[in-house]
């Protein structure tokens, strides 16, 4: 009778991945035992300073010299409204500095002067892409983006008299017709809003400018 030999049995491959945390677990198909798996997390690095959100030198993918920031583009009648919407987006895009001189240029020898010309050139391009053609060959040769910006507020947030004189004579004439009560209102309220905006304001302190205050908030 033959003897019936022993084979050695094959030792199972281990069916245990260890990484380091987050343990999670599996069934196997071949043993039915559970398995436990480990994944680890990415080591945590400190981002460079040209990839903080809060760097006013940071330029995103989405930011290109053609951008029209601003719609309807700057006239001689509506510099109000396209100041206020022209300083959201760049307010959104951390580049307000640029326009108000708060970021200076710095010496040609620094190491961010390469990026502030960047920044001021781009900043530069927005307001140029977003005024009239009439206004922008008249700002297109100044060499900096609060240059352009001084520029433009002194031409256009003066003599605001007959603007709002106009907007006034408006109101006299303003109807509801077949507009709805929200509608109407809605426009109403739109003018004041634009005559509230041209109105040049003078703070004053005084016990007067105090009780009337106190008068409009009752």
């Known amino acids: ?10 030792e199972q491959p281990s069916s245990s991945i260890d990484y380091d945390v987050l343990p999670s677990s599996q069934t196997s198909a071949t043993t039915g035992q559970r398995t436990t798996l480990t994944v680890s997390d990415p080591p945590l690095r400190d981002r460079p300073a040209q990839e903080d959100a809060n760097n006013p030198y940071l330029m995103s993918t989405g930011d290109h010299p053609g951008v ?23 307010g959104a895009k951390n580049k307000t500095g640029f326009l108000t001189g708060t970021i200076p240029q710095p010496s040609s020898d620094h190491h961010l002067f390469d990026s502030w010309s960047r920044c001021n050139q781009m900043v ?24 352009m910006w001084t520029e433009l507020n002194t031409r256009f947030n003066q003599g605001n008299g007959p603007r709002i004189f106009d907007l006034r004579t408006s109101l006299i004439s303003f109807q509801q017709g077949d507009d709805s009560v929200s509608a109407y209102f809605t426009k109403l309220k739109a003018i004041w809003d634009k005559i509230n905006e041209l109105r040049q304001r003078t703070p004053c302190t005084c016990a007067a400018a105090n009780d009337s205050l106190k008068l409009q908030n009752l």
């Open 68 to 90: 029209i920031l601003a719609s309807p583009p700057l006239t001689d009648t509506n510099f109000q409204q396209w100041a206020h919407d022209f300083n959201l987006y760049v």
């Open 124 to 147: 530069m391009s927005w307001i140029i892409h977003s005024v009239s053609p009439e206004i922008k060959s008249s700002i297109i040769y100044l060499d900096s983006a609060v240059a």
């Open 1 to 10: 009778m033959a003897q019936t030999r022993n084979r050695p049995q094959r």
